[in-house]
C-alpha cells in the first residue's frame, strides 16, 4: 500500500501544476538533483513525422512505500493514428536519498492494453510482479527501471564521448544497461529553443529501451537536465515514436542546496510560478 505525503498531483497533460515550494518539504538527506514535486514537462507527440497526441513526464509528488519516502514519477503518452491509438502511462517510486527503485507499474491502453506491476525488494535480492505472482531474482541492490533511469541519468556529469555501464537494471536480463553520451546539439521545440547533450541508452530486454528500439535522448544542456526529445524506433512505424518538449513547469527540489538553486534560477529568469522556458 502507498501512503501519501502530498496528495496534491500535477494535471497529467495540463500546463500549471498549482505548486508552491511552500508545499513542498526540504530534506537535507535527499540526493541533489534539478527536479522536484511541481516539474510537469508536456509533450507533442509523433509518430514518425505525424503529429498524434500529447505526453507528458511529471513528478506528481512525495509518497511512502514500505518506510521509504519516494517520489512518484509518471511518463504518459496519449494519442492515435490511422487505426492505432496509445494510451500508455509508466508510473515509478523511487528514493528520495539513494534514487533506487522501490515500485513500477506500467499500464498500455488503446490498441494493445497490457499492465505490469513490479514491487522491488533489494534485502530479499528479489522483485515480485503483482499482477501475476510471478517472482524473480534481481541482480542489484539499488534497482532502477524504465522511467527513474530517466531521472538517474540527469544526474550524471554526461560528458560527450563517455560510456557509462550499469548493473541495476531490475530484471537481470536487461542488464548492462549502457549509456553512451554522443554529442552536442540545438534543438528549437515549441519550449522554446535549446543547447542539448544527446545520450543513446540501451537495456538487453523489452521496454522502452530495448537494444532493438536504438533510442536517443536529448536533455539539456544546463543544470536542469531537462528532458528536451525522445526518439524510439518502433518495429511496425518507420520513423518510429518521438516527443517533443511544448511547455516546462518547473519543480521544487527536495534537497536544499538544489532547492536555492532552482528557485534562483527562476528569479533570474522570471519562471516562478509559471510555465514556459
Known sequence: MVLSILVLTAPLLGQNSGW???????????????????????????LGWFGVGSGALSVEGLDDVRGNRT???????????????LNDRYTTWFDVQTLQ??????????????????EFYPERDMWDREDNDETGPMPTKSPFDDISFLYFIRTLP????????FDRYFKDTGNPVIIEVVRRDSL????????????????????????DGEAELHFSDDERRVLVYMKVDLPLFPGGISLHLNSIQEGFPVNPDSRAKVLATQELYGLAGSPGR
Not at 554526461?158 to 555501464?165: A, F, M, N
Open 101 to 118: 527503485s522501490w515500485r513500477f507499474v506500467r499500464k498500455y491502453g488503446g490498441t494493445y492494453t497490457s499492465q505490469r506491476h513490479y
Open 20 to 46: 508552491i515550494p511552500e508545499m513542498v518539504p526540504t530534506d537535507p538527506t535527499a540526493a541533489p538533483a534539478p527536479w522536484g514535486p511541481g516539474e510537469h514537462l508536456v509533450y507533442n507527440v509523433k
Open 71 to 85: 517520489y512518484r514519477a509518471v511518463m504518459a503518452i496519449n494519442g492515435g493514428f490511422m487505426g492505432f491509438s
Open 158 to 165: 554526461l560528458e560527450v564521448g563517455d560510456t557509462y555501464t
Open 188 to 211: 528549437e521545440t515549441e519550449a522554446g529553443v535549446f543547447g542539448t547533450i544527446v545520450v543513446r541508452p540501451s537495456f538487453q530486454s523489452e521496454g522502452l529501451f530495448s537494444e
